[in-house]
């Protein structure tokens, strides 16, 4: 049987954010990728995410503070270490900060709030790689950073459910090795 969309979910890989380059998406293909991440399983209609976009400019801005961040943390940080997270939003043309953002609900826990923002995030990832960029989920050390979330403005309810970063690819990227699929399926009886 010949399902495209099933064969491209089988062959999604990531692109690994050093690996993207300009140019990101267009202002239409933005709006696609925006709208397949608010389109998502979302128990009791609360939409609890939202996205903070970075581009042009503000990816430098937000370089600087992470740089001033990191030393702060790292007394011994080298030049080099600096300069790498000065860059480090650099490494794509847009990247989007998907913020999971629960409420308190009487039939919703939090729990599947998370999920659902979650859920967000892949669809980005999806979203992307169908209009032919290359994309990465990540977190690393600044998504769970108070200073970094004080900056992004998050309440004390809101967290970082990743950073995406998107942008063009010049190769596909290899296969991975995955974990053993069978070892992880069992048929309750
Ligand atoms: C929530 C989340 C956070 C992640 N954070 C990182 C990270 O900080 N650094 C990293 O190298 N990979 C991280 N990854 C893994 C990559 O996004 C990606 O899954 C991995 O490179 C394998 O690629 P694949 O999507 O092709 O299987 C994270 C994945 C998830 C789901």
Redesign the pocket.
């Known amino acids: 049987m010949n399902n495209t969309i099933s064969d491209f979910i089988l062959a ?3 692109v ?1 954010a050093k690996d993207l380059c300009a140019p990101g998406p267009s202002e239409e293909q933005l709006d696609i990728i925006l709208r397949s991440a608010h389109r998502v399983p979302d128990h009791g209609k609360i939409g609890p995410w939202r996205f903070v976009l970075f581009q042009d400019d503000a990816r430098d801005r937000f370089g600087k503070k992470l740089a001033r961040r990191f030393v702060k943390k790292n007394e011994n940080a080298t030049e080099a270490q600096i300069e790498f997270e000065r860059h480090r939003f650099l490494r794509a043309p847009l990247v989007i900060a998907v913020v999971s953002s629960p409420i308190d609900h009487p039939k919703v826990p939090e729990w599947e709030q998370v999920l659902s923002a ?1 859920a967000a ?1 892949q669809n980005i ?1 999806l979203a992307s790689h169908a209009l032919g960029f290359g994309a ?5 050390w600044y ?1 769970f950073d108070k200073y970094v979330a004080k900056k992004l403005k998050l309440t004390s309810a809101e967290k970082i ?2 950073f995406i970063y998107i942008g063009s690819v010049d190769k596909k ?1 290899d296969e ?1 090795t ?1 974990p053993d699929l069978n070892q992880r399926i069992t048929v309750y009886r």
């Open positions: 999604r890989r990531s690994t979650g995030c990832l990465q989920w990540l977190t690393e998504a459910a990743g990227p991975r995955r």
